[in-house]
């Protein structure tokens, strides 16, 4: 089984347990994953650097996250058939099934 580790603190394995934020990358949006300790921190950075870049700070809905996390689920499953990652894409999918009240 292959370990990924959070971009931001390199510490945790984000396997199966991700948190979609995103970064500014030459005034580019673009998205990326980070452990449960790093996300509110990255989500900040990510805030700040909208701010500082004349960027319009915009909320990450929670569906086009959820959506990003089933994609780097699959991934992972592509790469290695791992139950905690199945698990993990279940539990995402089951919340994406939930319709808008």
């Known amino acids: 089984m292959r370990i990924f580790r959070c971009p931001r603190c390199r510490a945790e394995d ?7 934020t995103r970064v500014l990358d030459n005034g ?5 994953f ?3 300790n790093c996300y509110r921190a990255a989500e900040l950075e990510f805030r ?3 701010q500082t870049g ?3 700070y915009v ?3 929670i569906r086009d996250g959820l959506r990003q996390l089933r994609d780097f689920y699959r991934a992972r499953l592509a790469e290695d058939d791992d139950e905690r990652v199945r698990a ?5 999918e089951r919340r994406l099934a939930i319709d808008v009240v």
């Open 28 to 32: 580019v949006e673009r998205p990326v």
């Open 48 to 50: 700040i650097a909208s």
């Open 59 to 61: 909320p990450l809905a």
């Open 34 to 36: 980070v452990c449960r």
């Open 88 to 92: 993990a894409l279940a539990e995402v």
């Open 54 to 56: 004349d960027v319009g």
């Open 14 to 20: 984000i396997s199966a347990d991700a948190h979609p």
